[in-house]
C-alpha cells in the first residue's frame, strides 16, 4: 500500500530517565552485567529520544527514577493505559518488582479514577500492544497467561493471547509493533505456529520483519500513525515502513540495549488525549 496516506496524530508518552541505568543483573539473553555500561551515554542517548517526541509533537511526562532500579528507564513496563483505565505491572523477577509502586503511585497522582494492581505477572506494554480496540497480549517468557484475563476485565477490551518462543524476543514488543489502529509489522520467528495463524488472520497485510532487524529491536518501535520512531540500526525495516507510506525516523539507543530494550520499552504511551493532567487534577 505505497500511496496510503498516513496522518500523525499528537501522542501522550510517559519516559524515565536512565540517571541509574546499569546493567548489574541478566533476566534476559542480552544482558551481560561484566560488560562495560556508560551511563552517561545511555542518557544522552536516552535525551535525544525525549527531544525527537517532543519535536515531533507529542507530550511526554517524567516518572522520576529511582536509585537502585537500574531498569527503570524501561517505562513500557510499568503499566497498560486504556483511556482512563491503568493496570499496573506485576514483573516476574524481583530485581524490577519495586517498580510497580511507583507506577501505581504516579497514576494514581495523576487522579485516574481506576488504577488496578494485578494479581497476575505482567509486564504491561513489553507484552501488551494496543492496536486499535484490540490488545495483543504475549506471554512465553515474562507475562502469564491468566494475566491477559485480568487485563481484559481491567481493561474493557478484547485480548488476543500470542505466545512467544523465542527468548531473545522475550517480550511481545520486541517482536511485535503497532503501525496504526489496524497496522502490525512483527517477526515471524519469535511466534508459536498457533499465534502466527492468529497474526495472519488479523493482519493479512502485516510487514514481516526479518530476522536481523528483529536482532537489532527494529520491532521495539513507537508509531504516531505517520512517524515510527525506532532503532537506527533497523535499516530493511525502515525501508519496508516508507514503501507503506510510513516515515521511519531512526534513533541511536545502543546503550541501552545492553539491557534488551530499545525505543518501546523506554516509551509508556497514555492514550487518553481528552485527559489531560489538568482536567484529571480539577476533576
Ligand atoms: N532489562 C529489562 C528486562 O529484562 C529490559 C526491559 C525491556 N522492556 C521492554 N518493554 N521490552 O526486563
Redesign the pocket.
Known amino acids: 500500500m505505497p500511496n496510503t496516506p498516513r496522518h500523525a496524530t499528537p501522542r501522550h508518552y510517559l519516559m524515565c530517565r536512565p540517571t541509574h541505568f546499569d ?1 548489574n543483573y541478566a ?2 539473553p ?2 551481560d552485567p561484566t560488560a562495560p555500561v556508560d551511563p552517561e551515554l545511555a542518557v544522552k542517548q536516552w535525551e535525544q529520544l525525549r527531544e525527537l517526541y517532543q519535536q515531533y509533537g507529542h507530550t511526554v511526562d517524567l516518572l522520576d527514577p529511582v536509585p537502585g532500579l ?2 527503570m528507564v ?1 517505562s ?2 510499568g503499566a497498560t493505559v486504556v483511556e482512563d483505565r491503568v493496570l499496573i505491572a506485576r ?3 524481583e ?2 518488582a519495586p517498580e510497580a509502586a511507583h507506577y501505581q503511585e504516579w497514576f494514581t497522582a495523576q487522579g485516574y479514577p481506576e488504577v488496578h494492581t494485578a494479581r497476575y505477572i505482567n ?5 501488551y500492544i494496543v492496536v486499535g480496540d484490540t490488545v495483543l497480549a504475549g506471554t512465553g517468557f ?1 507475562t502469564d497467561p491468566e494475566a491477559h484475563g485480568e487485563l481484559r476485565r481491567a481493561l474493557r477490551r478484547p485480548v488476543v493471547t500470542l505466545t512467544l518462543v523465542d527468548p531473545r524476543f ?5 517482536a511485535l509493533a503497532a503501525l496504526s489502529d489496524t497496522e502490525v509489522a512483527y517477526y515471524p520467528g519469535a511466534f508459536s505456529e498457533g499465534s502466527l495463524e492468529a497474526l495472519r488472520i488479523l493482519y493479512p497485510d502485516a510487514i514481516l520483519v526479518d530476522e536481523q532487524d528483529a536482532l537489532s529491536f527494529g520491532l ?1 518501535a513507537v508509531s504516531d500513525g505517520h512517524h515510527v520512531f525506532l532503532p537506527d540500526t533497523a535499516e530493511g525495516f525502515a525501508r519496508q515502513l516508507w514503501e507503506h507510506g510510513f516515515e521511519p525516523v531512526g534513533v541511536d539507543l545502543s546503550e541501552l540495549l545492553k ?4 525505543v ?3 516509551t509508556l504511551e497514555i492514550r487518553h488525549p481528552a485527559l489531560s493532567r489538568t482536567a484529571l487534577a480539577v476533576g
Not at 123 to 127: H, R, T
Not at 259 to 262: K, L, P, Q, R, Y
Request: proline share 3%; hydrophobic share 30%; net charge negative.
Open positions: 546493567v533476566i534476559n542480552w544482558m537500574p531498569d524501561f513500557a513496563n514483573f516476574r523477577h530485581e524490577r509486564e504491561a506494554e513489553g507484552d515474562r522475550y517480550h511481545l514488543d520486541t521495539n539491557a534488551g530494550g530499545s518501546k520499552c523506554c
